[in-house]
């Protein structure tokens, strides 16, 4: 199957800001996704205790954002996605709650011009697995390594897919599909799984820890894994 063209993905996030503006239930569809929005934020929390810079990409409607300005009401903020609808509320969401400057960039992350600007942490949330071939995948984790500061991290929550594809069916197929079905019926998992099939390539959580080594990241480590959806960090610094 021919995969969506980021303009297309565009799109279809213009028409959905209202349903990523809400904390709780945003993400109906992406499992325990509070769970992770609150490990990732207070995790950058405790690592960070003079946290700076932060860029978020994919932001979307600004939840991580959100989450991680109400814990720490100072940060900078640069938030970047491609569609300027959730950027917009992104921004509007974010700005009340930091004392700090929010700016925005709207695009692809991996063509987008961020400067010279080094931040101490990276949101990858949701994002990723937009991402298409082995040299895409390189060539965007080396980017985002390069826009950290020296002790700057990635803090990543993504759809990933099984290694063993016979893992991969009773994971994804089987249990993720009942979740999905459970949440309203039968054809709203397949139209769940049918637009996952045309947008995204996600792979292995054990590819991107890996990868994230290749890239050059000195410490990674496991947050939290459910089924298909994983949360987990990359640290430029040995310590």
Same mark, same amino acid.
């Given at each position: 199957?021919? @995969?969506?063209?980021?303009?297309?993905?565009?799109?279809?996030?213009?028409?959905?800001?209202?349903?990523?503006?809400?904390?709780?239930?945003?993400?109906?569809?992406?499992?325990?996704?509070?769970?992770?929005?609150?490990?990732?934020?207070?995790?950058?929390?405790?690592?960070?205790?003079?946290?700076?810079?932060?860029?978020?990409?994919?932001?979307?409607?600004?939840?991580? *954002?959100?989450?991680?300005?109400? @814990?720490?009401? #100072?940060?900078? $903020?640069?938030?970047?996605?491609?569609?300027?609808?959730?950027?917009?509320?992104?921004?509007?969401?974010?700005?009340?709650?930091?004392?700090? *400057?929010?700016?925005?960039? @709207?695009?692809? +992350?991996?063509?987008?011009?961020?400067?010279?600007?080094?931040?101490?942490?990276?949101?990858?949330? *949701?994002?990723?697995?937009?991402?298409?071939? #082995?040299?895409?995948?390189?060539?965007?984790?080396?980017?985002?390594?390069?826009?950290?500061?020296?002790?700057?991290?990635?803090?990543? %929550?993504?759809?990933?897919?099984?290694?063993?594809?016979?893992?991969?069916?009773?994971?994804?197929?089987?249990?993720?599909?009942?979740?999905?079905?459970?949440?309203?019926?039968?054809?709203?998992?397949?139209?769940?799984?049918?637009?996952?099939?045309?947008?995204?390539?996600?792979?292995?959580?054990?590819?991107?820890?890996?990868?994230?080594? @290749?890239?050059?990241?000195?410490? $990674?480590?496991?947050?939290?894994?459910?089924?298909? %959806?994983?949360? %987990?960090?990359? +640290?430029?610094? $040995?310590?």
């Amino acid at each position: 199957m021919e @995969k969506s063209t980021i303009q297309q993905i565009e799109a279809r996030f213009d028409k959905d800001v209202e349903r990523f503006s809400k904390l709780e239930t945003g993400q109906q569809t992406t499992l325990d996704a509070s769970l992770n929005l609150e490990l990732i934020t207070e995790g950058i929390v405790r690592c960070y205790p003079k946290l700076g810079r932060v860029l978020d990409i994919g932001c979307g409607a600004g939840n991580f *954002a959100v989450k991680l300005a109400q @814990k720490r009401p #100072d940060i900078q $903020v640069t938030l970047s996605d491609l569609s300027l609808p959730m950027l917009n509320r992104a921004k509007e969401r974010v700005s009340p709650l930091t004392s700090g *400057a929010v700016q925005t960039i @709207k695009g692809d +992350f991996r063509t987008a011009d961020f400067g010279q600007q080094k931040y101490d942490v990276i949101i990858a949330t *949701a994002v990723l697995h937009h991402l298409r071939d #082995d040299k895409d995948w390189e060539a965007a984790f080396s980017k985002l390594y390069n826009l950290l500061s020296d002790q700057g991290s990635i803090w990543i %929550f993504d759809l990933v897919h099984q290694a063993d594809q016979g893992l991969q069916a009773y994971f994804y197929e089987d249990l993720y599909g009942s979740y999905l079905t459970s949440l309203k019926d039968a054809d709203y998992r397949d139209h769940v799984f049918a637009y996952i099939e045309k947008e995204d390539t996600p792979r292995s959580l054990i590819y991107q820890l890996n990868l994230l080594e @290749k890239t050059g990241f000195k410490r $990674v480590d496991v947050l939290h894994k459910n089924l298909c %959806f994983a949360s %987990f960090v990359g +640290f430029k610094s $040995v310590k």
